[in-house]
C-alpha cells in the first residue's frame, strides 16, 4: 500500500509562489493516479489537479488552471503542486491521495496524506 505525506506550505503574500510536495512511499508501481485537493474549514475538500503516475498526463480544476502545474520525480516518489499567482481565496489545507484512475471526484481518492497548511495574506 501507498502512503503519503505532503509538504511545503507555508504563509505566503498575494502574487507570490509556492510549490507543495507529496512524497510516496511503499508500493508505488501499477498505474495509479495522485490528485491534489485543497480544503477549507466547514466545505468539502476541493479538486486542484491530479496526475497519472505512470503516464504524467495532467487534470487541472478550472479554478487553477493556468496558473498550477503539477509534476512527479519518478526517482524521488514526488508529486509537485506549483502555484504562481496565489491569492487569498487559495488559502486551505492542501492534501494528496491516490486514485485508480484520473478523476476530480475525491471519493475514488483514498491513502490521504495530513496535509499542509497554505495561508495567503493580502
Known amino acids: 500500500q501507498v502512503q503519503l505525506a505532503e509538504s511545503g506550505g507555508g504563509l505566503v503574500q498575494a502574487g507570490d509562489s509556492l510549490r507543495l510536495s507529496c512524497v510516496a512511499s511503499?508500493?508505488?508501481?501499477?498505474?495509479?493516479?495522485l490528485g491534489w485537493f485543497r480544503q477549507t474549514p466547514g466545505r468539502e475538500r476541493e479538486f486542484v489537479g491530479a496526475?497519472?503516475?505512470?503516464?504524467?498526463?495532467?487534470l487541472y480544476a478550472d479554478s487553477v488552471k493556468g496558473r498550477t502545474t503539477i509534476s512527479r520525480d519518478i526517482a524521488k516518489n514526488t508529486v509537485y503542486l506549483q502555484m504562481n499567482s496565489l491569492q487569498p481565496k487559495d488559502t486551505a489545507v492542501y492534501y494528496c491521495?491516490?486514485?485508480?484512475?484520473?478523476?476530480?471526484?475525491?471519493?475514488?481518492?483514498?491513502?490521504w496524506g495530513q496535509g499542509t497548511q497554505v495561508t495567503v495574506s493580502s
Open positions: 491521495g491516490r486514485a485508480n484512475y484520473q478523476t476530480d471526484d475525491s471519493r475514488a481518492y483514498s491513502r
Open positions: 496526475i497519472s503516475w505512470t503516464t504524467g498526463n495532467t
Open positions: 511503499g508500493r508505488t508501481d501499477g498505474y495509479f493516479v
